[in-house]
């Protein structure tokens, strides 16, 4: 059992913190943050593919992560592999020494880099979830015996700002059926709406760790209020970063302390963080120092 399954196990408050593997394979800048992080988080989301932009597989990376002593979780998305190549991939995961997974869809390729790449989308989140309990359990997804038994720790996604919060809690009530240890969100920044979205969800019996991504401009919050399905940046921390607009350290300052607010407020609602900094991660030790979390 892997020290992420043994914390949640012991209901500990799970910090997670999310690296993009790149676009090629100079490592250095991926493996220098996760080493720098190391005490400052549990483990590390390893996106695959992030926003539909090829890069590299985010299992071998993973694999190199644990040669450093670092804990990883691998994405797996639906997008670009049907149930046969995802099987493999969960295996070839297994014997690489990783037992962290966390399933989800993907975006699809029209949005990344490889626009006329086609989509597969073979099984939904659930049902991943359903082919590695088959994988658990000795049997692949079809029920033909495996040669040996894989055993992981895995995680899903939901989004608490969806337009359809009915929808939502149902599919998160499954994919726990299905067997997710975690649960990973999107970003947070209204607390008391995320509050009133887990409630409404009722009981729980998984840590749910509450996306956490910082505002590092007017602009990167005017898109995500228009372009990312979910997220709602409040007028107020608009504003907040909008008074700074003149002094790039001033706008470090604030945007490391809102998210130190939302950090503080979310240890009362959540059973942990997963931290998205796009390219900020050196800011993520100031903000959990502000926020008083240490791990």
């Known amino acids: 059992m892997g020290k992420l399954k043994q914390r949640i196990d ?3 408050f799970i910090v997670t913190c999310e690296l993009t593997p790149p676009k090629g394979i100079d490592l250095k800048p991926l493996l220098g943050r996760a080493d720098s992080l190391k005490n ?4 590390f989301n390893l996106t695959e593919s992030h926003a539909a932009r090829m890069a590299m597989d985010p299992t071998a990376v993973a694999h190199l992560l644990l040669d450093r002593g670092v804990e990883p ?3 797996m998305t639906s997008r670009d592999k049907n149930r046969i190549a995802i099987q493999a991939c969960m295996l070839g995961a297994a014997a690489l020494g990783v037992e962290n997974l966390v399933f989800m869809g993907g975006d699809p390729p029209k949005n990344g880099d490889h626009p006329d790449a086609k989509p597969v989308f073979d099984l939904f989140a659930s049902q991943l979830l359903d082919a590695v309990n088959a994988l ?8 033909h015996k495996l040669n040996g038994t894989p055993s992981f720790c895995v995680g899903a996604v939901f989004n608490p700002g969806s337009t359809n919060p009915d929808v939502e809690i149902e599919n998160l009530h499954r994919k726990i059926e299905a067997g997710a240890s975690f649960l990973q969100t999107q970003a947070v920044y209204d ?7 887990l409630d409404k969800c009722g009981d729980i019996k998984v840590p749910v760790l509450a996306g956490v991504i910082p505002i590092k401009s007017v602009k990167m919050a005017m898109y995500m209020n228009e372009r990312v399905p979910g997220i709602t940046v409040p007028d107020h921390l608009i504003q907040k970063i909008a008074n700074q607009q003149e002094n790039k350290e001033k706008i470090v300052e604030t945007s490391q302390q809102i998210s130190a607010d939302i950090v503080r407020d979310l240890r009362q609602a959540a059973g942990g963080l997963h931290i998205m900094a796009i390219g900020w991660e050196d800011k993520i030790p100031g903000i959990m120092e502000l926020a008083g979390v240490k791990i």
């Open 40 to 43: 400052h988080v549990h483990a």
């Open 136 to 143: 658990q359990s000795g049997t692949d997804y079809t029920g």
């Open 10 to 12: 012991a209901g500990e």
């Open 191 to 197: 607390i008391e709406e995320f509050t009133r979205f």
């Open 73 to 75: 979780i691998v994405q």
